[in-house]
């Protein structure tokens, strides 16, 4: 029989840039599997990602953030219960934090820092290609975005238009 998680930890980074997508996309399925408590931790939590965890249904966000979030959704503290499952995406110190705690409480993956290799022939759209290996880099500066292709216009295209979003962004 499948039985749902009592209670989930969800992780939603948010050092360097608010990532509320993170918190939807974690307390929501905890929320549809059955889980009877569900907890935000998020560094600094910007307003986006206080609201993403009142829409996703959070029973509450902890302001922490990286190994001691981890740490604390995996044992509990104060009024967080200890949680069944820790989920979510994270640097190498959070990805470390859910390794140690693996063998305590279910995880979801060891993940990050985001690596992506984008393949792409002539047919690909430079300004698509140059926003998919972005959408990757922003997530950590260890992170690596990487195109692999055969054809050196396309190269050349996607470097013009990875320089022209790049000068967009603050």
């Not at 249904?57 to 509990?76: K, M, N, P, R, S």
Request: with cysteine; hydrophobic share 50%; aromatic share 4%.
């Amino acid at each position: 029989s499948i039985e749902p998680i009592e209670r989930a930890g969800c992780y939603a980074p948010g050092g360097r840039f608010p990532l509320p997508s993170s918190a939807l996309m974690t307390a929501i399925p905890a929320r549809v599997a059955g889980s009877s408590e569900v907890w935000i931790a998020s560094p600094r939590p910007a307003q986006a990602t206080l609201a993403a965890a009142a829409i996703a249904g959070a029973d509450g966000v902890l302001c922490a953030g990286g190994a001691q979030a981890i740490a604390a959704l995996a044992y509990g503290i104060g009024g967080v219960s200890a949680s069944d499952i820790v989920v979510g995406p994270g640097n190498r110190w959070v990805t470390a934090a859910k390794y140690i705690v693996s063998r305590h409480v279910a995880i979801d993956m060891l993940a990050g820092p985001s690596e992506l290799v984008a393949l792409a022939d002539d047919t690909a759209d430079p300004d698509v290609v140059a926003a998919d290996l972005l959408a990757q880099a922003e997530h950590d500066p260890d992170a690596r975005a990487m195109l692999v292709t055969t054809d050196e216009r396309l190269a050349e295209a996607v470097d013009c238009a990875l320089t022209r979003l790049l000068a967009t962004l603050p």
